[in-house]
């Protein structure tokens, strides 16, 4: 079992920053990859960074060149550097880890973009 716990959300203003950060705990030696999802009411939830055991990122197409995700050794944590927010990434943002047979997800943070 893997834990993820998210922090670093609250309110900023438009063109703004935020660093999220999730700390993982449990057994971790299997960890493939993490990510950082989002979800507003009534939608899915998105995709909006990933980073896998090689250091390989993705980042979904409305973020790229804002968004940075990086991890520290042994995935004891990761983060995602937000710049240049904007009030449609008003959004609960979830941590995400998964192995070849398990996923887990953090409670989430919500993070508010609004002047």
């Known amino acids: 079992q893997v834990q993820l716990v998210e922090s670093g959300g609250g309110l900023v203003q438009p063109g703004g920053s935020l660093r999220l950060s999730c700390a993982a705990s449990g057994s971790k030696t299997g960890i493939r990859g993490m990510a950082w999802y989002r979800q507003t009411p009534g939608k899915q939830r998105e995709l909006v960074a990933s980073?896998?055991?090689?250091?390989?990122?993705n980042y979904t197409a409305s973020v790229k060149g804002r968004f940075t995700i990086s991890r520290d050794n042994a995935w004891i944590s990761i983060y995602l550097q937000m710049n240049s927010l904007k009030p449609e990434e008003t959004a609960v943002y979830y941590c995400?880890?998964?192995?070849?047979?398990?996923?887990?997800w953090g409670q989430g943070t919500q993070v508010t973009v609004s002047s």
């Open positions: 980073i896998t055991s090689g250091g390989r990122t």
């Open positions: 995400h880890a998964y192995t070849f047979v398990n996923a887990y």
